[in-house]
């Protein structure tokens, strides 16, 4: 068969349950992923096959509930202000062995950003260097369950809280991923945690920062949350108040965890500081 122009063609012409290969090459395109079964794989990998978005809509958008959406082996990342991966109302969906870098959001979570009561994994994925003016840097998970396992999340910067992963209403599991060199111009440095039920495990966790005038939970913060953290290390992680990790109205249960070396400012907690609730 001819190779198609561009990969939204492809998209557009693919029949149901096809797996759509991509050469290597930088494609320059928004793509939209909406309504049937879809597997779109790079034939090189993530170090040679780029998309590349630009505007103010995501490199990258999975949308609705027609199937399985499987995005694998890209680089993505945007010259515009949409971010780089956007998975809306997909309730099959796997972002796979992915470098998800240098994408800028004016909303939540400009690496990749799940909402609308999506489920699926995020898996051994590179997602740094993205900037969001609001929250999630690198990740934000809205009203969905993600389960995010063995990535590589670093030196994302977020305006709000969640530099690296902003979770609010959802179910997520975080197990295996190395947090590191994010910050928040607000709270949770690392991790925010909001109004969900939360499950860490074996996660490495240092280096992160939140607000140093006013940020809660340089490592991890959780609010009003459900929070199970176990084995893993908390280091060096810098805030206002609970460096390593805050935990406010939450109930929390934290097993075989290493802190070390956190540093808080004037509100103190340098490790676990556990605010206005009984652990």
């Known amino acids: 068969a001819q190779p198609f122009r561009t990969v939204q063609d492809a998209i557009n012409c693919a029949t149901a349950q096809k797996a759509i290969l991509v050469r290597p090459g930088t494609y320059t395109q ?3 992923v909406t309504g049937r079964k879809f597997e779109i794989q790079s034939i090189g990998g993530a170090a ?4 590349r978005g630009v505007g103010t809509t995501p490199a990258v958008t999975l949308r609705s509930t027609g199937g399985k959406k499987t995005l694998y082996g890209f680089t993505v990342t945007s010259s ?3 971010g780089g991966i956007s998975v809306l109302s997909a309730t099959q969906y796997r972002i796979e062995r992915n470098i998800v870098s240098g994408n800028f959001s004016i909303a939540t979570g400009a690496g990749i950003r799940v909402a609308a009561g999506s489920n699926g994994d995020i898996t051994a994925n590179v997602i740094r260097t993205n900037v969001s003016s609001g929250a999630g840097g690198g990740i934000a998970v ?3 369950i993600a389960r995010i396992v063995s990535n590589e999340i670093t030196n994302n910067t977020s305006g709000g809280s969640g530099g690296g992963v902003y979770v609010i209403s959802s179910t997520p599991t975080l197990s295996s991923n ?3 060199g994010n910050s928040a111009g607000m709270d949770g440095g690392g991790v925010a945690l909001f109004a969900s ?5 074996d996660n490495e966790i240092s280096t992160n920062s939140a607000s140093p005038v006013s940020g809660d939970g340089g490592g991890l913060y959780a609010y009003s949350s459900a929070l ?3 084995r893993g290390r908390i280091g060096s992680n810098s805030a206002y108040r609970g460096a390593g990790v805050l935990v406010e109205r939450s109930t ?3 097993t075989r965890v290493q802190f070390r070396g956190n540093f808080a400012g004037p509100g103190g907690g340098g490790g676990l500081f556990v605010f206005d609730q009984t652990a």
Do not use: F, K, Q, Y
């Open 142 to 144: 809205e009203s969905s």
């Open 252 to 254: 929390p249960t934290v």
């Open 197 to 201: 039920a939360s499950n860490l495990d």
């Open 30 to 32: 928004n793509l939209n």
């Open 80 to 82: 515009g202000t949409g």
């Open 228 to 230: 199970t953290l176990t």
């Open 48 to 51: 040679v096959t780029t998309l």
């Open 178 to 180: 190395r947090i590191e």
